[in-house]
T-cell receptor, first 117, second 111 residues
């Protein structure tokens, strides 16, 4: 099956720093990628839709200036958490849409655990 | 607005039992429904995907059914094993590629 790589798997940073998370589709091209956030013992919440070559579409309540998304190529989307604070500590997961076969299927990365001190 | 709910929220059973996990959604206009497994601190593993025109899908000991008109799906796990312990998430896809996830069922199977 299709593979999505997410890096880093874990990051610990000081409050006020910015953190970049990468999401790569390894063996297919993805015009659309998604970024999710998951708090402990809760489900995944869609943050934004990343579109190759255009601006990301953010869900209601998600600050676009706080969570910068760049989808510069068909295999790479990045999420930058700017000026991170402890309340940004969470598990971030990306997915990439594979088009083909029986329809569009999303494949997920392994996630990034962000801890802001 | 689509809302997805899963019942029960948590389940603890002895090894060997057959299990049913439930997923309900408020808007029946879905494109497909997918069941995922998530181990603690890990990403998602896709288990089964049911297209809106299908009634069920099977993979090994897993069987997922879909009743779109009533907004329900069930995941049946036969002869549960300790290795099945994880959180199970269902997700529905509407007209766009967006997935709306359910609240999850945390399953523990003890020897």
């Amino acid at each position: 099956g299709a593979v999505v790589s997410q890096h880093p798997s874990r990051v610990i940073c000081k409050s006020g720093t910015s953190v970049k998370i990468e999401c790569r589709s390894l063996d297919f091209q993805a015009t659309t990628m998604f970024w999710y956030r998951q708090f402990p013992k809760q489900s995944l919440m869609l943050m934004a839709t990343s579109n190759e070559g255009s601006k990301a579409t953010y869900e209601q309540g998600v600050e676009k200036d706080k969570f910068l998304i760049n989808h510069a190529s068909l295999t790479l989307s990045t999420l930058t958490v700017t000026s991170a604070h402890p309340e940004d500590s969470s598990f971030y997961i990306c997915s990439a849409t594979y088009t083909g076969g029986t329809g569009n299927i999303q494949y997920f990365g392994a996630g990034t655990r962000l801890s802001v001190l | 607005k689509q809302e997805v709910t899963q019942i029960p929220a948590a389940l603890s059973v002895p090894e060997g039992e057959n299990l049913v996990l439930n997923c309900s959604f408020t808007d029946s206009a879905i494109y497909n429904l997918q069941w995922f497994r998530q181990d603690p601190g890990k990403g998602l593993t896709s288990l089964l995907l049911i297209q809106s025109s299908q009634r069920e899908q099977t993979s090994g000991r897993l069987n997922a059914s879909l009743d779109k008109s009533s907004g329900r799906s069930t995941l049946y796990i036969a002869a549960s094993q300790p290795g099945d312990s994880a959180t199970y998430l269902c997700a529905v896809r509407g007209g766009t590629d967006k997935l709306i996830f359910g609240t999850g069922t945390r399953l523990q199977v003890f020897p």
